[in-house]
């Protein structure tokens, strides 16, 4: 199987010398070809800085990322922008769609950023509109629709691209238990048909247990590390709900 991400000896500091925070420290990590990743850990533990330093976001204080075989902290400011159009794909809690383009044109932006032929885009928009059964909205505007509506909407538009990693930080945090559930789904899905590769940052050990593996992170360190096998996802919710308590915070 194909290694997507390799990252070694990453650590973040943040502050002034004289007041430094490490944020991250020591975080070794490799994600293979079409794994559907969870990272949890409690409020501050450094989850988020994780997934921006990953997205090229933001960038570590020391450490190696390769992404797709790619070196990404060697990169310039224009190649890590086509980088991120081409290789990866983000959701983020609170959607980021642009308000005065359609949810149709809000898919399709990264491929017509990418000089992709129209019909092949009409095409390709089809069908990440069946997976995320959002096929009756594609004609609305973001107001008019609802925030799970929103969020899958954010969802086809990261992955329409066909990117080698889709980075989520916490996808299902404003979303009612219903629409949670069918955007977990559609993931799922995604990573089992399309082979994707998901990385997903959640509090919610429920969204966790649509995971295959689960990082935990404490204090900027890895803390633990799950893989669901042959267990019920209720089994391994369980599995998930013990670590989370040993880990304190309740994971929050
Ligand atoms: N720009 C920044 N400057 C200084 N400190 C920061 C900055 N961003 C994050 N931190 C600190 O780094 C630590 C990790 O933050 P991070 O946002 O990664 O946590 P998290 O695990 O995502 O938490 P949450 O579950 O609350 O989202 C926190 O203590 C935070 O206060
Ligand atoms: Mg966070």
């Known amino acids: ?143 008019h629709i609802s925030g799970g509506q929103k969020q899958r909407t954010a969802a086809s538009r990261a992955i329409v691209a066909n990117p080698s990693l889709i980075l989520a930080d916490e996808p299902t945090g404003a979303l009612d238990s219903k629409s949670s559930a069918s955007l977990l789904e559609s993931l799922t899905q995604l990573n089992e048909r399309h082979r994707s590769t998901i990385m997903m940052v959640t509090h919610d050990a429920f969204a966790a247990s649509f995971c295959k593996r689960i990082l935990f992170i404490k204090d900027g360190k890895m803390y633990a590390e799950i893989h669901k096998h042959q267990q019920s996802r209720q089994e391994f919710f369980q599995q998930i709900m013990d670590v989370l308590a040993s880990l304190g915070g309740g994971g929050k």
């Not at 129209?118 to 107001?143: C, H, M, S, W």
């Open 1 to 143: 199987m194909k290694t997507i991400l390799q990252a070694n000896n990453v650590q973040k500091i943040y502050g002034t010398k004289e007041n430094q925070y490490k944020a991250l420290e020591d975080i070794d990590l490799e994600v293979m070809e079409s794994e559907f990743i969870g990272i949890m850990g409690p409020s501050g533990a450094g989850k988020s800085t994780l997934l921006n330093i990953l997205s090229t976001i933001d960038s570590p204080t020391s450490g190696e990322i390769v992404i797709a075989g790619q070196n990404i902290l060697q990169m310039n400011e224009e190649q890590l922008s086509d980088f991120r159009r081409n290789q990866l794909g983000f959701i983020f809690q609170d959607y980021n769609l642009l308000d005065t383009l359609t949810v149709k044109e809000n898919i399709l932006l990264p491929l017509a950023l990418s000089k992709v032929p129209a019909n092949d885009i009409e095409a390709r928009v089809q069908e990440i509109a069946d997976t995320f059964g959002i096929r009756d909205i594609l004609e609305k505007y973001p107001y």
